[in-house]
């Protein structure tokens, strides 16, 4: 079993080879290859122990990160100028390694990265929820975790990571997994999670939701006072857990 890092700035986990997505990786995450097969590597990411395919020629060597993109997301450009050509995105989380500092650019291999957009690597914020918040109005993706597409289990995920928080990747483990299940009735707060059956928000105040919904295909505030007879008369069931982390 060996050690690789992702080269691309986002991609898909597979169930199969060809399959479906279950959930995205990020530039500079890292994944233990368990198998691979005619063009395809068989991986678990290290981040959160998810299993999945990818293609093997979106994997490199291993390489130390020295920071990690701490903006919603961030361009790599030519030279150390805003105006020079732009060469990709990086989304919130993605990993990177330094090769120099110019002015107000990091230089890595995929170009010069904007210095503001960048924290150390190791760098743990504070909020969740705020981390959350980074990412209003990206739009809905099934299995998406980047500032360009993600889910409910994604924007969670992504706020815990940044925290130095544990997380699963998909909403029923994160249910299992995280926090502490209050009583019914219990009054929420800010950094509450709130689960149905095959979703979950965070709970931004006492009143207003923060989740990735496909109802606005986005991220969005929502009154709880709407979303729960919402999400009940759209067939998803009641809120299963309010837990506290």
Known sequence: MSTRRVTAPVVDLLRAPEGPRDRQLLYGDTVRVEDEADGWSRVVADKDGYPGW??????????????????????????????????????????????????????????????????????????????????????????????FGLDCSGLVQAALLACGRECPGDSGAQERALGTALPEGTAPQRGDLMFWKGHVAWVADADTLLHANAHHMAVQYEPIAEAIPRILAQGDGPVTAHKRL
């Open 54 to 147: 990818l293609r093997s020629e979106l994997l490199g060597l291993e390489q130390a990160a020295t920071h990690w993109v701490s903006a919603a997301a961030t361009h790599a450009y030519e030279q150390a100028d805003m105006k020079s050509p732009d060469r990709l995105s990086l989304s919130f989380g993605s990993r990177v390694a330094a090769l120099s500092e110019t002015g107000g650019f990091i230089e890595t291999n995929l170009g010069f990265i904007p210095k503001v957009h960048l924290g150390p690597e190791g760098t743990v914020l504070s909020d969740p929820v705020a981390v959350a918040a980074l990412f209003l109005g990206t739009p809905y993706l099934w299995g998406g975790n980047s500032r």
